[in-house]
C-alpha cells in the first residue's frame, strides 16, 4: 500500500463566491459596506488585495457605518482531519493603524476543547501593531486531533481608517489514504493490467457481480455507461478514494459500499440503487428507516408503506402529554442522518418481507443531524432523538458513541427497534410499544428488548435508524471511519442479531426476570475500564418497562445497562424491578450469560432479597418469588458478585471422598462420606468474613444454627487429619 508523502490542502476558506470547501462561514454580524465601514467580502481596501483568488474578507471602522461596537466574530466549523497527518492550520492577515483597545484574535479548537485565545494584533503598540503588508500564521496540529474548527474575533472602533483582512485560511496534511498509482480495466471477464488492489484505479467496462468475481478494495472506482455492477449479499466494494458512476451500481441487500477518503468525489450520471429487505413482519408492524442517499424522497423510496403511516420524531415538542411523532408526507425528503417509521404493507399473507429501495447519490463523509432536547425540562432521561445509519454500509455504535465531537450531544447508548410485539390494528394510538427496544450502551454492551428476541452487539445495519438521547442540543456526527463491512452477520432489517467480527472478552453478567406466561426483562452489569460506580457514557438508561421492569440502580435513576469499574473481589449492586401484573404471580430472576471471569468459578453470583432475608446463589439455580402486589420495588434485592473463598495451597478435590453436611432445624453437622476426623474447620460468609475456625478432632462438627443469619452463604473449608482438605458452599435456612 502507498500513501502520499506530500502535503495537499483539505479544506480551505478565500472567501471566494465559489470554490472554497471550508464552511459555511458564521458570522456575528451580518456583512455590511456602508460609509466607511467594511465588515465583508472585498476585492480592494484601501489598495490592498486578495493573497488568493480575488477576494478576501475586509474590515475598516466597524462602529461606524456597520454599528458592530463589540467584538465581531468569524466561525468556520468542525473540519474532520484523521485522514490526515501532520496537519497545519494557516491563515494570512493584514492590519494598519489599530489603536488601544483595538484587537484581531484567533482561537483553535482540536475535538471542540479550545487551545486558547492568540492575539496576532493588539492596538497597545502603536505602529508596530502595523503588519506593512500580508503576514502568515502556522499552526501544527497533532496526529491526535480528530476535529479542527477556528473562531476569529476583531474589534475596531471608528477612528483613523484602521483596517484589517483575513485570507486563504485552509489546512493541508499527507493524505494517510492510498494513492491511486495503478490503473486497470475490468473487460470481459479480464483484468487489463492485472487485479486491482488499494492502490488501483478501476475503470468497469464490462459488467461486474461480487458474486461471481468477489469483493473489492481499489483506490478509485468507475463504471462506464451501461456497465452494471452488483455487490451481493454479504459482498462489499471498498472505494478508498472516488466513485464515478456513468452506468449502474446496484447495492443488493445486505451487500456493502465502503469508503475511505471523506472527502472523496462521489459523481453519478446513472444509477446508484441501495436495495433493503427487512425481517418477517407482521401485519400493521412499524419499520425503522434511514436513507443511505442524498435526497431520497418517502414517497420513492417508502412507495410500498402505508402512506398515512409514516412518521419523523420531533423532539423538542415531546413531553408527557404530546408524543412527538408527526406524520410526513410523499414528497418529504429523507436527510441524511435522520430516522423515519413507517407501517409495512397491510396486503397479503403475513408474515412477510418488506423490500424497499433508495436511489441517488451515495451519502459520504462528514455528516451531521440535528438534536434536540425534549419540551419536558423536569425529566432528565426523555431527550429522545430518532436518528439514523446515513451509509450503504453498517456502521459500528461504539465508534459513533465516541467520536470526540458526539460525547458531548448524545448519550452512550443507542435503543434500536426489533418489532417483536404485534400492532392491534384497532387502537389508533397505537404506533409502537416501548416494550419493543433493544439496549445498546458503548463499552458495557447490549440488553434484549422487554419483548424478547436477541441483544444488540454494537452494529447498526445499512437503512436502520434508532433512538439516542441528548446530552445537550448540536449535532450529531457520523463519518467514515465509523463504516465496517462485517462478513459473518446478516444486516437483514432488523431483527436479526447483528455481530462484530471481533469481540473483546469483558467482566460481564445478563440477568433476566420472566415468569411462565411470558413476561420478560433483561438487565446488564459489566466491569469496564474507564467506567466508574457513577453516572457516566458506559450506563444505559431504561429506555421503557412493560409489565414488569427490571433494572440496576445508580444515584437513584434506573438502568438497563450498568459499566461499573473493573471487576474486584467484592460487588453489590442496588437492583430494582416494577411490576403491573393483574394477578398474585411467581417471578423468577435468573442469570442469563456471564462472560470474562464471572463465566467461571471464579466468582460467586449471589442475589440477595432484602425483604426474606435470603442470599441465592445464582451459580446453582434461578430465584423464584412471589409478587403479589403492584408497585416500584427498589430496595428489595442486590446483586452480590465476590471472589470464590478458597484458602491458600487448598486442593480442592473429592477424589473419593467429601463433606457431608446434615440441615437439621437447629444446626448443622458436618462430616465426611468416609467419617474422616476433622482436625480444622473454617467457616466464611459471602463476603469473606471468619464466622468459625475450630479444631474438633473427631468425625463430625455442629454449628449452631441461631449465631448466623437466614439465608447466608457459607463457605466452608475442612482439614482432615490425613491433611487432605475439602470445602464445601451452602446457603443456610433455618
Avoid at 460481564?508 to 438487565?523: A, K
Amino acid at each position: 500500500m502507498t500513501i502520499s508523502i506530500f502535503a495537499q490542502t483539505i479544506v480551505n476558506q478565500s472567501f471566494e463566491s465559489s470554490g472554497d470547501s471550508w464552511g459555511p462561514i458564521t458570522l456575528s454580524n451580518d456583512n455590511c459596506t456602508s460609509g466607511n465601514s467594511v465588515w465583508d467580502f472585498t476585492s480592494n481596501l484601501n489598495g490592498l488585495s486578495s493573497t488568493n483568488g480575488n477576494q478576501f474578507w475586509g474590515i475598516r471602522d466597524i462602529t461606524d457605518g456597520c454599528g458592530i461596537r463589540n467584538m465581531a466574530n468569524i466561525a468556520l466549523p468542525n473540519m474532520l482531519i484523521s485522514s490526515f497527518s501532520d496537519v497545519s492550520f494557516t491563515f494570512d492577515y493584514f492590519a494598519k493603524d489599530f489603536d488601544k483597545n483595538e484587537n484581531l484574535n484567533y482561537e483553535l479548537f482540536f475535538d471542540d476543547v479550545s487551545q486558547g485565545t492568540v492575539n496576532i494584533v493588539d492596538g497597545q503598540n502603536g505602529n508596530s501593531d502595523n503588519t506593512y503588508g500580508w503576514k502568515t500564521e502556522t499552526v501544527a496540529i497533532p496526529n491526535s486531533v480528530t476535529y479542527v474548527r477556528v473562531l476569529f474575533s476583531i474589534k475596531l472602533k471608528k477612528g483613523n481608517g484602521e483596517i484589517a483582512g483575513i485570507d486563504n485560511i485552509r489546512l493541508s496534511g499527507i493524505s494517510t489514504i492510498p494513492t491511486c498509482e495503478l490503473s486497470t480495466t475490468w473487460d470481459n471477464g479480464i483484468w487489463s493490467n492485472g487485479a486491482p488492489n488499494a492502490n488501483t484505479t478501476v475503470i468497469m467496462n464490462s459488467n461486474y457481480d461480487t458474486k461471481l468475481w468477489g469483493s473489492l478494495e481499489v483506490c478509485s472506482l468507475q463504471i462506464s455507461n451501461g456497465i452494471v455492477v452488483n455487490i451481493n449479499t454479504n459482498d462489499f466494494l471498498k472505494v478508498n478514494n472516488d466513485l464515478i458512476v456513468d452506468g449502474t451500481l446496484e447495492i443488493l441487500n445486505e451487500g456493502s459500499l465502503l469508503m475511505t477518503n471523506d472527502l472523496g468525489l462521489v459523481s453519478v450520471s446513472g444509477i446508484i440503487n441501495v436495495h433493503k429487505t427487512s425481517s418477517p413482519i407482521e401485519k400493521y408492524d412499524y419499520i425503522y428507516w434511514a436513507s443511505p442517499t442524498k435526497d431520497e424522497t418517502i414517497g420513492n423510496a417508502l412507495s410500498n408503506s402505508v402512506s398515512s403511516r409514516i412518521y419523523e420524531f420531533n423532539t423538542s415538542i415531546y413531553n408527557n402529554k404530546t408524543s412527538g411523532w408527526v406524520a410526513v408526507n410523499g414528497s418529504t425528503i429523507m436527510k441524511p442522518g435522520i430516522g423515519y417509521i413507517a407501517m409495512g404493507p397491510i396486503s397479503g399473507t403475513f408474515p412477510q418481507s418488506q423490500s424497499v429501495t433508495f436511489e441517488g447519490i451515495v451519502n459520504n463523509g462528514f455528516i451531521q443531524a440535528p438534536i434536540a432536547l425534549s419540551a419536558d425540562n423536569k425529566d432528565k432521561v426523555d431527550d429522545w432523538n430518532l436518528v439514523g445509519n446515513p451509509y450503504p454500509s453498517p456502521i459500528d455504535a461504539d465508534l459513533l458513541l465516541n467520536d470526540p465531537l458526539n460525547k458531548k450531544v448524545v448519550g452512550g447508548t443507542v435503543y434500536i427497534w426489533t418489532r417483536n410485539t404485534q400492532l392491534d390494528e384497532t387502537k389508533e394510538s397505537n404506533k409502537y410499544t416501548s416494550d419493543d427496544y433493544a439496549t445498546y450502551t458503548t463499552g458495557t454492551g447490549g440488553v434484549a428488548a422487554v419483548s424478547g428476541g436477541p441483544k444488540p452487539s454494537g452494529i447498526i445495519a445499512s437503512g436502520q435508524s434508532f433512538f439516542i438521547e441528548a446530552n445537550d442540543t448540536g449535532n450529531i456526527t457520523f463519518n467514515n471511519s465509523m463504516r465496517k463491512h462485517i462478513t459473518t452477520i446478516s444486516q437483514q432489517l432488523f431483527k436479526e442479531p447483528i455481530t462484530k467480527s471481533v469481540q473483546s472478552k469483558k467482566d460481564r453478567i445478563w440477568l433476566n426476570i420472566s415468569n411462565n406466561q411470558g413476561v420478560f426483562n433483561q438487565l446488564l452489569v459489566g466491569f469496564i475500564e474507564g467506567a466508574s460506580s457513577n453516572i457516566d457514557k458506559y450506563d444505559g438508561p431504561k429506555f421503557s418497562g412493560g409489565h414488569v421492569s427490571f433494572y440496576s440502580i445508580i444515584e437513584e435513576d434506573k438502568f438497563a445497562v450498568n459499566g461499573r469499574a473493573p471487576l474486584s473481589q467484592n460487588e453489590i449492586i442496588k437492583l430494582g424491578f416494577s411490576s403491573y401484573l393483574e394477578e398474585n404471580d411467581t417471578l423468577r430472576i435468573s442469570k442469563a450469560t456471564t462472560e470474562g471471569k464471572l463465566n467461571s468459578s471464579e466468582y460467586d453470583i449471589l442475589l440477595k432479597d432484602k425483604l426474606m432475608n435470603i442470599v441465592h446463589d445464582l451459580n446453582e439455580k434461578d430465584y423464584e418469588f412471589l409478587i403479589n402486589e403492584k408497585g416500584v420495588f427498589n430496595d428489595r434485592f442486590e446483586l452480590i458478585i465476590n471472589k470464590t473463598i478458597i484458602e491458600n495451597n487448598v486442593n480442592v478435590t473429592t477424589l473419593n471422598n467429601e463433606l457431608k453436611i446434615i440441615n437439621m432445624d437447629d444446626e448443622l453437622i458436618i462430616s465426611t462420606i468416609n467419617n474422616d476426623i476433622i482436625s480444622n474447620i473454617k467457616a466464611f460468609d459471602y463476603l469473606g468474613k471468619l464466622l468459625i475456625d475450630n479444631f474438633p478432632q473427631k468425625d463430625r462438627y455442629v454449628i449452631e444454627k441461631e449465631y448466623i443469619n437466614n439465608g447466608t452463604v457459607l463457605l466452608i473449608n475442612a482439614e482432615l487429619e490425613n491433611n487432605e482438605k475439602l470445602t464445601k458452599k451452602i446457603i443456610l435456612i433455618k
